[in-house]
Nanobody
Framework: QVQLTESGGGLVQAGGSLRLSCAASGRTFSNYAMAWFRQAPGTEREVVAVINWSGYNTYYADSIKGRFTISRDNAKSTVYLQMNSLKPEDTAVYYC?????????????????WGQGTQVTVSS
């Protein structure tokens, strides 16, 4: 069965950095899109960044462009989210998700598997 395990969340001051990791297991993920979503209290889960199977195509939400970078290591079946210049509004539970596709998919409804989430809290 597919399992996604996130790590790297925590408490950081505004302007600081965190690196999230999501290790996938249960099958080969080289032909899967991998994505990060986030959900703050009282809001809907929103896409943050997506990376396609090869790593050459990516998508970033406008709110994090220029501050966050998504990457993947297919040999380790792991996706990363480097978050720099963090703001209090980045506070949320961050989830990784995967979908078997060659495309960059941004809709949360189309993802097949989800991690349990990791809390990111940015203090002002």
């Amino acid at each position: 069965q597919v399992q996604l395990t996130e790590s790297g969340g925590g408490l950081v001051q505004a302007g600081g950095s965190l690196r999230l990791s999501c290790a996938a297991s249960g099958r080969t993920f080289s032909n899967y899109a991998m994505a990060w979503f986030r959900q703050a209290p009282g809001t809907e889960r929103e896409v943050v960044a997506v990376i396609n199977w090869s790593g050459y195509n990516t998508y970033y939400a406008d709110s994090i462009k220029g501050r966050f970078t998504i990457s993947r290591d297919n040999a380790k079946s792991t996706v990363y989210l480097q978050m720099n210049s963090l703001k209090p509004e980045d506070t949320a539970v961050y989830y990784c998700a995967v979908k078997r596709t060659l495309l960059v998919i941004t809709s949360r409804y189309q993802y097949d598997y989800w991690g349990q989430g990791t809390q990111v809290t940015v203090s002002s």
